[in-house]
């Protein structure tokens, strides 16, 4: 369906894509995550048409997007903040796109009330755009983007400025929604939690290029660099060196799965895989912080030599700030990250 | 400019507001149609010109011309926008240039020689230009002192009859007048007290006037409807001067329109006090329509127009045969003997008398 | 540091790429493909920059070239005598600081009614700020004389106290706060009426007292709207002419005036042209500074619903302003237009409905003045709709072309279009007559020229008020009708055009009430008999009589009832971001 090939946007010098290829099947939802300043959005922007690419080429659907306008490509675009017509009624914003492909008065009259429907506003054609709630805001932007059947969807940020609840709720219906209609959807978003709910296949992205690819279990099993590690929130990774099936870190000696290739690298530890036990037992640590996460509770160490340590333990099992523990690390929770720079 | 860049930048700007539209959408809206016609007679004037329509009617009966006036500001701004526009002028008959600005009109050519039938008629004191016929009178007047009658009863004081009168102690602080470098009664007062006094003798005059407490403000406006006590506005305005620079022809105008007509006005002219103001019509060079120009130039000396014009305009007319209204017989001043100077002499000496006026009086 | 502009633009677009797609990309998608947005909106100016080209521009050139040329050889020795003439000295410095002084004047008694105006609420606001600005859009001819009644002999302060102060210094200065009293109650209030009141209540809660958190919270926010008032004030009182002759007696004169004297009276050309330019580049350097000031104020500050930061005053120091402010409102602005109202029913026979009557039939009756007022009030609207319209058309497009703010090309277009308010009447008008003197653009003997000539002055009203509000649209509103499918024409049609809709339809109606109450260029320009108000009122002014003097005034009251209802649908429509007026 889309195809970016050596896509580049500069502003100024800066790269903001740097030669981008990118592929999204039919009926796929694609999540490009990044943090800001990433050029996730300049992408969605490139392939709507509203930003030109210094270099490279935009397909849809097989053809060469060059030239053609923004209104002619037949791609639908929440913006992040929604952009409804303030001075327009829910049905008029979501509307807009059937009356200027010259939709008949009945036909759009038919589908408002199917999208209202659908997104779970039945009966809000009349209301105000202004009076909305963000989540109701939210909502009527996605019907607006929905009327003209995009053949291709894009979403900015789609549940950035909800409320956890609704968001969590509202990345299920999307999921739904879009699976029901079979859209194709790009979506971009700096929350991973939601890039992973709703993808079926996640890009990250890293100063306008592309830091990994694949499915949401590939990435959060193996990010591919310390950045993506980083990036999803793992705070475990040290510099190691493999030496015959353990690396040598300043945490000391870890595990490494079999078949690690001996050398210089970096080390994760996914916090569920660190340890707790007397002090003997391992790395002398002192606790630091306790966070309360629902079930669990994530516990900062910090070892005598090295940076601090993130444990997850049961919430029963947790020990006290201060508490002194010994640390050991489970072999199944440590990935092996291919050399990179270091993170700033 | 030059022609050829001045043809560029018309079309351009025609091309780009589409404005031949406009021009069209201009002339159409007009009533009388189109100026250039045969049908039409185009009148210059100024803002003061007035003619009763039933008039112009009976010019377009008579001749099957229809009149298009146009008028722009003041006599003054008139003149000058004639003269400036000499090259393409703006219509075919000029009205409005009087004795004052005569010269300046003739010495830039803006007229067409036309000897008016019924000039016969007019008295050749009016004629400044009979040997060339460039321009025709039509109209005349005095600029004079009028006087608030109430004021001078409740003083039991004689209002003031001369010039020399003026300069006295009894009517210290009196008088207003006008700035004599913008407005048309001023400058003529001026001129009055010149032709009185001598080239020399009014700026001992106006020194005089100055130490008996003369007030000078810029327009007749201010100095009729605000200062004088006599006039209908003053009198709202609680006017503070009895005494005022104006017409001869103000104290009728006063009384038009009442009901009934009081036995005397509320203003009088101290008759000798007058300055001769005649203004005069023309047909101007390069009038598109010179046939229908001379029409209403020898329309204007006609009884109909001449009887017209004195409670249009508040001007007399030069015809002798035309009859002043009972309004102006009964309330008007008889002015027998007014100042004069020649349009020449106005036009040499005018600038530099204004500027010595105004160092003089305003200062 | 000019040159070094562009690189601080790319600087910052570098350093925020990516942030909510806004300035950065906005500027970035601009400059890609340039060429072709350069291309719209070279069509957008093109309709004004033809509009101020053949009548502005080349009229005034032409009557400037006329009066520097002799035969066709520039006499550019003239400038170096009228700029040593000690007399013409003595009244560029006249005209220097009587607007200096107006305009402090005009600040201080205003600002304190801007602030009245923006956030207190009382009954009859609306009414009152409709009728503040009445006198701006009065011609002078009128308000003048009105004035008059406050400040001249037997006037209100004669009466009590036996002060005087016509062909003072002191009236002109006055009849200047009562003129452009609105300008500051409008750009500053409008402004202070928008601030976000919890800036200053922040810093009331970090430990500022009242005066501390206004002297540094709200007083700079309001700065650049203070400053671009007091130019607007200076600029308007720099031009002053009616009121100075009106006002002033013969003693003053101000540039404006000296160059009518010189063009209208005199006919001396080349004085007058020395004169127009000296004026021109005082008022261009003042356009300067005000387009500075003016990109200041946009750029900087977080706006709220102008309904919701008014409150009922509280306590005693709030009463006690409002009934200050009222008492000049009163006194400066409502007592002279209250004793014209006055005047129109006075007769001779005390009050009644004469005057009125005599209008209605004149023409008829008295024979002393051949043009029915009700003829008047027509030819009025007409050209006031038709120069509305020309406005509009002209403003909009020019707002348009320029609602990116680029370019240096684009401000100079901007400051260009405020020109013709800072240009003498005269010399447009006689510009008019010669310039436009041969087919197809001989229109000196058509009624259009004089809408086309009250528009000149309307259009720098429309941008003004336009333009903000046209930057103020979301560029990505604009994208999200893209990527809905709407071309740009339709994307304009459904999000900018209902935006700017209000804001559109005050603009007009500002620069209707400013048509309606035109009196310099209409009465320069020679034109068909069709008086307008305001003429038809000096013209009336200008003739002996009690019927013409009670004529005056009534119409005079007419011609203010409409301006005052104009302005009053104004306020009912008045958006909460609108322009500087």
């Keep these: ?155 900015d940020e789609p549940l950035g400025q909800l409320d956890r609840g609704l968001r969590e709720r509202l990345v299920e219906e999307l999921r739904g929604l879009f699976g029901r209609l079979g859209t194709t959807v790009l979506a971009v978003t700096h929350d991973q939690g939601e890039a992973f709910a709703l993808a079926d296949r996640v890009v990250v992205m890293r100063d306008g290029r592309i830091a990994q690819v694949g499915t949401p279990m590939e990435v959060w099993r193996r990010p591919a660099s310390e950045f993506v590690a980083r990036f999803l929130g793992f705070e475990n990774v040290v510099a190691a060196t493999v030496t015959g099936g353990r690396a040598e870190t300043v945490w000391g000696s870890l595990p490494v799965p079999s078949g690690t290739e001996p050398g210089e690298c970096v080390v994760l530890v996914r916090p569920g895989g660190v340890r707790l036990g007397p002090v003997p037992g391992g790395l002398a640590c002192e606790v630091v912080s306790r966070t309360f996460r629902g079930e669990r509770v994530v516990v900062r160490l910090l070892p005598e030599g090295g940076p601090e340590l993130e444990a997850s333990c049961p919430l029963g099992a947790a020990p006290g700030v201060g508490e002194r523990v010994g640390v050991s690390f489970r072999v199944d929770d440590v990935v092996v990250l291919p050399q990179s720079r270091p993170f700033p | 400019m030059n022609t050829s860049l001045r043809r560029a930048v018309v079309a351009t700007a025609v091309a780009t507001l589409g404005l031949p539209a406009l021009a069209a959408c201009g002339g159409s809206g007009d009533k009388g149609g189109e100026a250039s016609g045969g049908k039409t007679v185009t009148l210059v004037s100024h803002d003061s010109f007035v003619a009763s329509d039933s008039v112009l009617q009976e010019f377009t009966r008579q001749t099957g011309y229809k009149v298009k006036v146009v008028k722009g500001g003041d006599a003054g701004q008139a003149v000058n926008q004639a003269i400036l526009s000499k090259s393409h002028p703006q219509g075919d008959v000029f009205f409005g240039v009087d ?106 005059y106006w020194t005089k006037l100055k130490a008996n407490g003369v007030e000078v403000v810029d327009g007749w406006e201010q100095a009729y409807n605000e200062r004088f006590s006599g006039s209908a506005g003053g009198k709202k305005a609680k006017g503070d001067k009895p005494l005022v620079v104006s017409y001869a022809s103000s104290p009728p105008a006063e009384v038009v329109g009442a009901k009934p007509l009081p036995k005397e006005g509320p203003i009088g002219v101290a008759t000798g006090t007058c300055f001769r103001q005649t203004e005069f019509a023309g047909l101007l060079k390069g009038a598109k329509n010179t046939e229908g120009g001379k029409a209403l130039v020898d329309f204007m000396l006609s009884r109909t127009f001449q009887e017209d014009m004195p409670l249009q305009m508040y001007v007399k007319p030069v015809s002798q045969d035309a009859k002043l209204p009972e309004v102006f017989t009964r309330y008007g001043a008889q002015v027998t003997d007014p100042q004069t100077l020649a349009p020449e002499k106005i036009a040499k000496n005018r600038d530099q008398w204004v500027k010595e006026w105004s160092s003089l009086v305003l200062k | 540091m000019v040159l070094a502009r562009p690189e601080v633009t790319e600087a910052e677009a570098a350093g925020a790429p990516d942030v909510t797609g806004a300035p950065a990309a906005r500027q970035a998608a601009e400059r890609a493909p340039g060429a072709r947005r350069a291309a719209t909106r070279l069509g957008l100016m093109a309709v004004p920059l033809a509009f101020f080209g053949v009548f502005f521009a080349y009229p005034v050139a032409s009557i400037v070239t006329r009066g520097l040329t002799d035969g066709g050889r520039w006499q550019l020795a003239r400038v170096g005598e009228v700029l040593t003439d000690p007399g013409i000295r003595d009244v560029l410095w006249f005209t220097l600081w009587q607007a200096a002084a107006s305009t402090a004047l005009t600040l201080l008694l205003a600002l304190p009614g801007a602030y009245v105006f923006a956030r207190l609420d009382f009954p009859g606001k609306r009414l009152l700020r409709a009728v503040v600005t009445v006198p701006f859009v009065l011609p002078t001819v009128v308000a003048g004389s009105a004035f008059l009644a406050l400040v001249g002999r037997g006037g209100l302060l004669d009466e009590l106290w036996g002060v005087r102060l016509d062909t003072t210094v002191w009236a002109i200065l006055l009849a200047h706060v009562f003129f452009n009293y609105a300008v500051v109650v409008r750009t500053v209030g409008g402004l202070w009426a928008q601030l976000d009141p919890r800036q200053e209540e922040a810093a009331r809660v970090l430990g500022a007292g009242r005066l501390a958190a206004w002297r540094r919270v709200t007083l700079p926010a309001l700065g650049p709207a203070v400053a671009a008032a007091a130019l607007m004030v200076f600029l308007f009182t720099f031009t002053s002419f009616g009121v100075v002759q009106i006002l002033g007696g013969p003693r003053y004169a101000t540039l404006e005036v000296e160059i009518y004297q010189r063009t209208a009276q005199l006919l001396d050309l080349p004085t007058a042209a020395v004169l127009t330019l000296l004026q021109f580049v005082v008022v261009a350097a003042l356009l300067a500074v005000h387009a500075r000031t003016v990109r200041r104020r946009e750029a900087t500050l977080r706006l709220v619903d102008a309904s919701r930061t008014a409150r009922r005053p509280r306590g005693a120091g709030q009463w006690a302003l409002l009934a200050s402010v009222l008492a000049v409102v009163a006194l400066l602005v409502v007592l002279p237009l209250a004793v014209l109202v006055l005047r129109s029913f006075e007769g001779p026979d005390g009050y009644g409905l004469a005057s009125y009557r005599a209008l209605a039939s004149a023409g008829a009756g008295g024979g002393t003045f051949t043009v029915a007022a009700l003829d008047t009030i027509g030819n009025s609207l007409t050209y006031a709709l038709a120069a509305t319209a020309i406005a509009v058309v002209v403003g909009g497009l020019a707002a348009a072309a320029l609602t990116r ?145 009670g004529q005056a005034m009534a119409l005079s009251t007419i011609l203010m009832l409409v301006c005052a209802a104009a302005l009053l649908v104004l306020e009912r429509v008045r958006t909460d971001r609108t322009g500087e007026f």
């Design chain 1, 1 to 155: 369906m889309l195809r970016l090939e050596g896509v580049t946007v500069r502003f100024g010098g800066r790269a903001v894509l740097d030669a981008v290829d990118l592929d999204v099947a039919d009926h796929e939802t694609v999540c490009v995550l990044g943090p800001s300043g990433s050029g996730k959005s300049t992408l969605l922007r490139v392939v709507a048409g509203l930003q030109p690419a210094h270099a490279g080429r935009v397909l849809l659907g097989g053809r060469d997007q060059g030239g053609v306008p923004p209104h002619r490509r037949g791609v639908g675009l929440m913006f992040q903040d929604h952009q409804l017509f303030p001075q327009r009624d829910v049905a008029g914003n979501v509307s807009f796109g059937l009356r200027v492909r010259g939709t008949g008065r009945a036909e759009i009259e038919r589908r408002v009330a199917e999208l209202l429907d659908l997104v779970g506003l039945p009966g809000a054609q009349k209301r105000a755009v202004g009076a909305l709630s963000g989540g109701e805001q939210q909502r009527v932007a996605l019907a607006r983007a929905l009327a003209p059947e995009p053949r291709l969807l894009m979403l």
């Design chain 2, 99 to 204: 004795n004052t600005l005569l010269s300046r009109a003739l010495d830039n050519g803006i007229f067409t020689p036309y000897e008016a039938k019924g000039l016969d008629r007019v008295p050749k004191e009016f004629q400044a230009d009979a040997a060339g016929h460039r321009v025709t009178p039509v109209d005349t007047g005095e600029i004079c002192v009028n006087y608030d009658r109430a004021y001078f009863a409740d003083h039991k004081l004689d209002p003031p009859k001369t010039f020399d009168d003026l300069i006295k102690p009894e009517y210290k602080g009196l008088l207003v007048t006008e700035n004599a470098a913008t407005s048309s009664p001023g400058l003529a007062f001026q001129l009055a007290t010149a032709a009185k006094y001598g080239d020399d003798g009014w700026k001992d």
């Design chain 3, 405 to 549: 703010r680029e370019g240096r090309l684009v401000r100079g277009f901007d400051a260009l279009l405020m020109l013709p308010l800072g240009t003498s009447a005269v010399t447009v008008g006689f510009g008019f007559l010669i310039a436009l003197d041969e087919p197809p653009l001989d229109l000196r003997t058509s009624w259009i020229l004089v809408p086309l000539a009250q528009a000149l002055v309307g259009v720098p009203f429309v941008v003004r008020t336009v333009l903000p509000v046209l930057r103020a649209v979301d560029t990505r509103l604009r994208e999200a009708a893209a990527v809905l499918g709407a071309s740009p024409l339709r994307a304009w049609r459904e999000v900018d055009l209902p935006l700017v809709g209000r804001a559109l339809g005050i603009a007009a109606g500002f620069a209707f009430a400013v048509s309606l109450g035109e009196f310099g260029a209409t009465v320069f320009i020679a034109r068909p008999d069709n008086p307008t108000l305001p003429v038809a009122v000096a013209r009336l002014l200008g003739r002996p009589g009690e019927l013409n003097y």
